[in-house]
């Protein structure tokens, strides 16, 4: 398809700021707890009552050594922060902000950087890495939604450990509305964890997704919710709005392939019919549409239906780039997930996944080049959740971000693809007070991001090796 075509069909459908409510979460019990050294998880799922670091509506004065806000280009030197409650009251020089908060318990990061709490719009919290299909199944066959569900919550720990305060997750792969659950317990103060917005169980037809056997006489766990026609997509989005969906994700393709001109290329699932009920539906209920969209094709069939962003994305041409700017279609790349199962797979006979660790770098290249928004987004879970989160930062340094550019995409252009700029993804009054450090420049060095050592999210802190 022509640019021109799929830009004719594009401009015919209006694309709505179809952006999640923000739900205040309620303050959190305080779980300061100092992971065993090299390993970045919190000690015990479930803490009893401890001290908390910051009261509740007090106010905390947090000296800055370096200060990346998330907006701006370059990092302020020796800043103050004044939070207030759970969120940032004031940023401003040190002297002026010691002014204004004569008497205020002070945190000491002058020696640190401090940055807005990072954000990974591309997760799975109940999936425990996936190389291969037969670790696919072993989690749908042998372990019960209330334990994967125990496994979801720990993950959310580690997240929120690793300097993670906010999580996308874009579907439980078989545990039905898990997600919503250790949403609601984090909210709730049950648990630690990042800030949730969940998809529950994504959509494709029949046949299109695991588990798949041909032996038709056993009806087998499915990853997603098996929807065909319009009528059942629309109910289906209803039902999962219902039961607590902030956004709804699809799979657009399957059975990836390089075509004789080098072009990959997929096989799409849905027809545009059934995919614009759908789209349709999700931004009629105020929720934005996340497409699992791999090759051409499948990139193609998700963009004519107006979905909000493109998962993955390998096959992103210079055409489908530009479409995607012109329509504010946001991107999360997921490039770790690719260099932790291509070698795996291709033992097991797929060897089209090291190819698409060629073609991504290149389309990451034409993407930067046209200006599309880049959001930070790992699909970790895909790879197992005992790896740092923040890997992802160096390969897009990597593929041509600055490490401004790359800290951005996890933090304030995150934040405006949640629709929640005014609330995430910064360091300015009025945004929660989320904020990470580490102790050295991930300026200078961007796996900087893989050592954060100290967490508050809400005004609450969750690790403190430094700053006391
Ligand atoms: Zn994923």
Redesign the pocket.
């Known amino acids: 398809m022509t640019t021109r075509t799929l830009a004719a069909l594009l401009a015919a459908l209006a694309l709505p700021s179809a952006l999640a409510a923000q739900r205040r979460p309620t303050p959190l019990p305080p779980q300061i707890q100092a992971p065993p050294p090299g390993q970045a998880v919190v000690a015990g799922l479930i803490g009893g009552p401890q001290t908390p670091a910051v009261q509740r509506g007090a106010v905390v004065l947090v000296h800055a050594g370096r200060l990346i806000d998330g907006v701006a280009d370059q990092p302020l030197l020796d800043q103050g922060i004044v939070v207030q409650g759970d969120r940032i009251a004031f940023v401003g020089p040190w002297a002026e902000a010691q002014r204004r908060a004569a008497g205020a318990t002070v945190v000491d990061l002058s020696r640190a950087t401090v940055l807005p709490g990072l954000i990974d719009n ?1 997760t ?1 919290l109940l999936l425990q890495g996936d190389i291969t299909n037969a670790d696919y199944e072993d989690q749908l066959l042998r372990q019960s939604t209330p334990y994967r569900a125990i496994l979801g919550a720990r993950n959310a720990q580690r997240a929120l450990q690793q300097g993670f305060t906010v999580l996308r997750d ?2 439980t792969e078989g545990a039905m509305y898990a997600d919503v659950d250790i949403k609601r317990a984090i909210n709730n103060g049950e648990i630690a964890g990042p800030r949730l917005w969940v998809s529950t169980r994504s959509f494709a037809p029949t046949g299109m997704y695991p588990i798949t056997t041909p032996n038709w006489e056993l009806d087998l766990p499915h990853g997603v919710q098996v929807v065909d026609g319009p009528d059942e997509i629309r109910r289906a989005v209803r039902e999962q709005v219902r039961f607590g969906a902030d956004l709804i994700k699809f799979y657009a393709d399957r059975r990836y392939y390089f075509d004789s001109t080098r072009t990959l290329r997929s096989w799409v699932n849905f027809t545009d019919e059934e995919l614009r009920a759908m789209v349709d539906e999700a931004h009629r209920l105020g929720r934005p549409v996340a497409a ?1 969209a791999v090759g051409r094709d499948g990139i193609e069939s998700a963009l004519r239906a107006g979905v909000n962003t493109i ?1 993955h994305g390998y096959g992103i041409s210079d055409s489908l780039a530009q479409v995607m700017v012109r329509h504010n279609v946001y991107w999360c790349p ?1 490039i770790y997930v690719n260099y932790y199962v291509a070698p795996g797979r291709a033992a097991a006979g797929a060897t089209i996944y090291g190819q698409m660790i060629e073609e991504e770098q290149r389309a990451f290249t034409r993407a930067m080049r046209a200006g599309v928004k880049i959001s930070f987004g790992t ?1 970790v ?2 790879f197992a959740w005992t790896e740092p989160i923040a890997r992802e930062f160096s390969y897009m340094v990597q593929y041509g971000m600055t490490p401004m550019q790359a800290l951005k995409a996890a933090t304030s252009v995150a934040a405006e693809l949640l629709g929640q700029q005014a609330n995430l993804g910064s360091v300015q009054a009025g945004r929660f007070a989320d904020l990470i450090a580490v102790s050295g420049d991930p300026l200078q060095d961007i796996r900087e991001m893989e050592r954060v050592r100290w967490v508050m999210k809400g005004g609450v802190v969750y690790r403190e090796e430094i700053g006391r």
């Open positions: 591309h799975h874009v579907e699992h998962e997921t699909d879970g895909g």
